[in-house]
Structure formats: structure tokens, C-alpha cells
């Protein structure tokens, strides 16, 4: 998947299992993707995405492009 929110968790994938676990610190959150499925308010073959995570990207590359100039302009 490689998103940094993985990194910063406890992420565990488990494909035949069919489960999403995710910790931070003592916390554990598992999650069963048949359960979710089965109950989601929609009985087509809808893709489930999140929308936002250009947005977050470009937010967080624009800080670092600023940072990285920062730091350039500071060599010079």
C-alpha cells in the first residue's frame, strides 16, 4: 500500500483471513472486511475509495518542497 499512515501504525494485512488489523500504542482495532462488506448499504459492485488522499499528498509535498527551499536557501 505504502502510505505513510502504515508506517506510523501497527498494520497488519491479512489476506486469507480477510482482515485489517491496525494498532497504536496498547490499542487494536480489527477489522473484518466480509463483515463490512456484507453490511454496506450498497449490493453492487461499487469500489470503496477514500478521496482525499491526493489532497493530504499535496499539502504535505507543498510543506516539504517549502522546507527542502528553506534549507537550500540557508546552504547558500
Known sequence: LGRPSLHTTDAVIRV???????????????????YAIKHSYSNDDT?????????????DSDAL????SKILHSIE
Open 65 to 68: 518542497l517549502n522546507e527542502g
Open 16 to 34: 486469507k483471513q480477510k482482515q485489517l488489523n491496525l494498532g497504536v500504542g496498547s490499542e487494536q482495532m480489527i477489522f473484518n472486511i466480509d
Open 47 to 59: 469500489c470503496f475509495s477514500i478521496d482525499v488522499i491526493d489532497e493530504i499528498l499535496e499539502e
